[in-house]
Every structure is written in C-alpha cells, then in structure tokens.
C-alpha cells in the first residue's frame, strides 16, 4: 500500500500572503499602460515578469496572467501587479468587477496600502481603488507564485 500524500494549500496561504495588503483597482487601460501611469505616479518601475506569469487551465486551454513586479532597493518591500483578467477569463472570479491586483508586501502592508489606496483615487483612469481581505477571496491560491 502506498502513502498518499496532500499538497497543504492553506499553510501555502498563510505563507505567501504573511505580510501583505491587496488593493483592488478597475481602470479600463491596458496592462503595459497602466504600469507605466503607475510608474509616472509613483516614481516605481514596474517591470514585466514572464516568468511569474500565472497559467491557469479553462475549457481546455491554458489562460496566462501577466504580473509585473518592482522590488526598491533595501527597502525589504515588494510589490505586485496581477492582471486579473485576459481573453474572457478571469483570475479572480469572486471579483469580477477588478481588472488589477496590486499585492503589497511589507514590514507595515496595511498603512501602505492606505496611502497607495489613496493617491490612486487620485488617478483619473482608476474608476475604483479599495483594499480587499484576503480572507475573503475563495481564489486566493491562483495567486501563489
């Protein structure tokens, strides 16, 4: 007989979203020009990351997520864009009404996300910007990368 053994999705969880903040945005801009308005507002850099791209399976394809990151320099924080949506599919689909997923991890990911949730507001082509919890997004696994 042999052992089987289970994939811990939760302790997964915990781990990967261990110091963080999610921000909702919906802005109608494309992935490349949303970044670079992000970048001019911000004074970032995110980047394309192919490599974290997340792949999911749907009616027999495979569906790919763009992430773009930007990682400051000695800061000890990091930051994530998901396009949460691409060809009719979404990512999320408990939010269906977000086009990003801006993941801030930090050692204050909360009162970042505040100040960040607030300066987007500010942003004339991001119709909504709000904090989510992440205890409530059932999907929370498609974003482990």
């Given at each position: ?12 969880q915990e781990d990967f979203f261990a110091d963080t ?115 409530k997004l059932k999907s ?6």
């Open positions: 007989m042999s052992a089987k053994w289970t994939l811990d999705t939760l302790a997964m903040a999610l921000i909702g945005i919906a802005s109608a801009l494309p992935a490349y020009r949303f970044c670079w308005l992000l970048n001019k507002h911000f004074n970032m850099q995110f980047k394309r990351e192919p490599e974290l791209d997340v792949c999911l399976q749907s009616t027999g394809r495979q569906i790919y997520f763009p992430i773009f990151q930007y990682i400051p320099h000695l800061s000890g924080t990091k930051h994530l864009i998901y396009k949460l949506k691409n060809d009719k599919e979404t990512l999320l689909p408990e939010a269906k009404q977000l086009d990003y997923l801006w993941m801030i991890q930090s050692n204050s990911p909360d009162s970042d996300a505040q100040a960040t949730t607030q300066s987007l507001r500010d942003i004339q082509d991001i119709q909504l910007a709000q904090i989510l919890a992440t205890d929370l696994d498609h974003l482990i990368i």
